[in-house]
Protein backbone atom coordinates (compact mmCIF):
# COMPACT_ATOMS: atom_id res chain seq x y z
CA UNK A 1 0.00 0.00 0.00
CA UNK A 2 2.62 2.60 -0.80
CA UNK A 3 5.39 1.48 1.92
CA UNK A 4 8.67 0.87 1.05
CA UNK A 5 9.12 -1.81 4.37
CA UNK A 6 7.41 -3.00 7.29
CA UNK A 7 7.83 -5.29 10.55
CA UNK A 8 5.66 -7.94 12.20
CA UNK A 9 5.36 -11.33 13.93
CA UNK A 10 5.40 -13.93 11.42
CA UNK A 11 6.42 -14.68 7.78
CA UNK A 12 2.99 -14.77 6.27
CA UNK A 13 3.63 -13.54 2.72
CA UNK A 14 1.48 -11.28 0.26
CA UNK A 15 2.30 -12.76 -3.17
CA UNK A 16 4.57 -9.49 -4.21
CA UNK A 17 6.16 -9.55 -0.80
CA UNK A 18 9.26 -10.52 0.30
CA UNK A 19 10.04 -11.55 4.25
CA UNK A 20 13.56 -11.09 5.75
CA UNK A 21 14.09 -12.71 9.27
CA UNK A 22 15.13 -10.01 11.93
CA UNK A 23 15.07 -11.96 15.23
CA UNK A 24 15.66 -15.34 16.01
CA UNK A 25 12.34 -17.30 16.63
CA UNK A 26 11.08 -16.38 19.53
CA UNK A 27 8.79 -17.32 22.92
CA UNK A 28 6.63 -15.77 25.45
CA UNK A 29 7.43 -15.66 28.81
CA UNK A 30 6.03 -16.13 32.12
CA UNK A 31 7.45 -14.16 33.96
CA UNK A 32 7.54 -11.89 37.97
CA UNK A 33 9.76 -10.73 40.69
CA UNK A 34 11.95 -13.17 42.72
CA UNK A 35 10.35 -11.23 45.77
CA UNK A 36 6.46 -11.77 43.91
CA UNK A 37 7.26 -15.48 43.83
CA UNK A 38 8.90 -15.87 47.48
CA UNK A 39 5.35 -14.94 48.94
CA UNK A 40 3.35 -16.35 46.24
CA UNK A 41 5.02 -19.63 45.10
CA UNK A 42 5.88 -20.27 41.58
CA UNK A 43 3.30 -21.84 39.41
CA UNK A 44 4.00 -25.66 37.76
CA UNK A 45 0.83 -25.53 35.36
CA UNK A 46 -1.06 -22.75 33.76
CA UNK A 47 -3.97 -23.83 36.02
CA UNK A 48 -1.83 -22.31 39.19
CA UNK A 49 -2.02 -19.13 37.66
CA UNK A 50 -5.50 -19.09 38.81
CA UNK A 51 -3.83 -18.45 42.43
CA UNK A 52 -1.39 -15.85 41.12
CA UNK A 53 -1.99 -11.88 40.38
CA UNK A 54 -1.77 -12.10 36.47
CA UNK A 55 -1.59 -8.57 35.20
CA UNK A 56 -3.57 -8.14 31.71
CA UNK A 57 -2.86 -6.60 28.63
CA UNK A 58 -5.19 -4.87 26.88
CA UNK A 59 -5.33 -4.03 22.59
CA UNK A 60 -6.13 -0.57 22.11
CA UNK A 61 -7.02 -1.36 18.91
CA UNK A 62 -10.05 -3.86 20.23
CA UNK A 63 -10.19 -3.60 23.79
CA UNK A 64 -9.84 -6.94 24.03
CA UNK A 65 -7.98 -8.70 26.77
CA UNK A 66 -4.54 -10.20 25.53
CA UNK A 67 -5.44 -14.28 26.96
CA UNK A 68 -2.50 -16.40 27.44
CA UNK A 69 -1.88 -19.31 25.21
CA UNK A 70 0.06 -22.35 26.74
CA UNK A 71 0.97 -25.77 24.72
CA UNK A 72 0.97 -29.04 27.20
CA UNK A 73 4.96 -30.01 27.43
CA UNK A 74 3.76 -33.34 26.81
CA UNK A 75 3.18 -35.59 23.92
CA UNK A 76 -0.68 -34.88 23.83
CA UNK A 77 0.27 -30.92 22.97
CA UNK A 78 -2.87 -30.16 24.31
CA UNK A 79 -3.81 -26.07 24.25
CA UNK A 80 -4.46 -24.41 27.32
CA UNK A 81 -5.93 -20.82 27.28
CA UNK A 82 -6.58 -18.65 30.54
CA UNK A 83 -7.79 -14.92 30.77
CA UNK A 84 -5.49 -13.23 33.15
CA UNK A 85 -7.03 -12.06 36.13
CA UNK A 86 -5.16 -9.47 38.51
CA UNK A 87 -5.09 -5.92 40.46
CA UNK A 88 -4.21 -4.06 36.93
CA UNK A 89 -4.60 -3.94 33.32
CA UNK A 90 -2.23 -2.19 31.03
CA UNK A 91 -2.28 -0.84 27.82
CA UNK A 92 1.18 -0.16 27.27
CA UNK A 93 4.14 -2.16 27.52
CA UNK A 94 6.60 -0.47 29.48
CA UNK A 95 4.11 0.45 32.61
CA UNK A 96 3.31 -3.77 32.45
CA UNK A 97 7.03 -4.47 32.71
CA UNK A 98 7.48 -1.88 35.50
CA UNK A 99 4.78 -3.76 37.61
CA UNK A 100 6.62 -7.00 37.46
CA UNK A 101 9.82 -5.75 38.39
CA UNK A 102 7.98 -4.13 41.31
CA UNK A 103 6.76 -7.61 42.62
CA UNK A 104 2.93 -6.36 41.92
CA UNK A 105 2.31 -9.69 40.19
CA UNK A 106 3.23 -11.92 36.79
CA UNK A 107 3.19 -10.83 33.10
CA UNK A 108 3.67 -12.67 29.97
CA UNK A 109 5.58 -10.79 27.84
CA UNK A 110 8.19 -11.41 24.76
CA UNK A 111 11.27 -13.43 26.06
CA UNK A 112 13.64 -10.88 23.80
CA UNK A 113 12.47 -8.42 25.80
CA UNK A 114 12.79 -9.48 29.56
CA UNK A 115 15.54 -11.73 28.82
CA UNK A 116 18.47 -8.98 30.14
CA UNK A 117 16.45 -9.26 33.66
CA UNK A 118 16.12 -12.74 33.73
CA UNK A 119 19.93 -12.53 33.27
CA UNK A 120 20.21 -9.65 36.23
CA UNK A 121 17.89 -11.79 38.12
CA UNK A 122 15.42 -8.97 38.72
CA UNK A 123 12.48 -11.34 36.94
CA UNK A 124 12.01 -15.24 37.46
CA UNK A 125 10.64 -17.17 34.25
CA UNK A 126 8.34 -19.63 34.80
CA UNK A 127 6.60 -22.33 32.66
CA UNK A 128 8.88 -22.12 30.20
CA UNK A 129 8.02 -26.36 29.22
CA UNK A 130 4.55 -24.61 28.72
CA UNK A 131 5.59 -21.83 26.17
CA UNK A 132 7.04 -23.06 22.93
CA UNK A 133 8.83 -21.08 20.01
CA UNK A 134 7.03 -19.15 17.12
CA UNK A 135 8.34 -17.19 14.04
CA UNK A 136 9.79 -14.13 15.59
CA UNK A 137 10.07 -10.84 14.22
CA UNK A 138 10.13 -10.64 9.98
CA UNK A 139 11.08 -7.38 7.58
CA UNK A 140 8.47 -7.32 4.57
CA UNK A 141 9.76 -5.43 1.53
CA UNK A 142 8.21 -5.95 -1.64
CA UNK A 143 9.48 -8.16 -4.15
CA UNK A 144 11.46 -6.15 -6.79
CA UNK A 145 14.92 -6.34 -7.66
CA UNK A 146 15.63 -2.30 -7.30
CA UNK A 147 15.54 -1.83 -3.77
CA UNK A 148 16.43 1.64 -2.79
CA UNK A 149 19.49 2.31 -0.99
CA UNK A 150 17.61 3.00 2.35
CA UNK A 151 16.07 -0.02 2.41
CA UNK A 152 19.09 -2.35 1.89
CA UNK A 153 20.60 -0.18 4.58
CA UNK A 154 17.43 -0.94 6.66
CA UNK A 155 17.56 -4.69 5.66
CA UNK A 156 21.81 -5.12 6.44
CA UNK A 157 21.37 -3.34 9.79
CA UNK A 158 18.86 -5.06 11.05
CA UNK A 159 19.72 -8.22 9.81
CA UNK A 160 23.06 -7.57 11.78
CA UNK A 161 21.13 -6.89 15.59
CA UNK A 162 19.04 -9.85 14.68
CA UNK A 163 22.89 -11.81 16.12
CA UNK A 164 22.39 -10.01 19.77
CA UNK A 165 18.69 -11.41 19.96
CA UNK A 166 19.88 -15.09 19.26
CA UNK A 167 20.57 -16.97 22.78
CA UNK A 168 24.48 -18.20 23.40
CA UNK A 169 25.01 -21.30 21.87
CA UNK A 170 25.65 -24.29 24.17
Not at 12 to 38: K, N, Q, R, W
Not at 72 to 91: C, H, L, M, W, Y
Request: glycine fraction near 6%; charge should be negative; hydrophobic fraction near 40%.
Amino acid sequence: DGMDAGLRLGESLDEHMVAVPVTPPIEMAVVGSPAYFAKHGLPETPADLMRHNCLAFRFTSSGTIDRWSFTSPDADERTVVIEPKGSAVFNDDENMLNAALQGVGVIKYLDICVRQHLAEGRLVRVLAPWCRPFPGFYLYVPSRAQRPAKIRALMDFLIERRKQFEYPSN
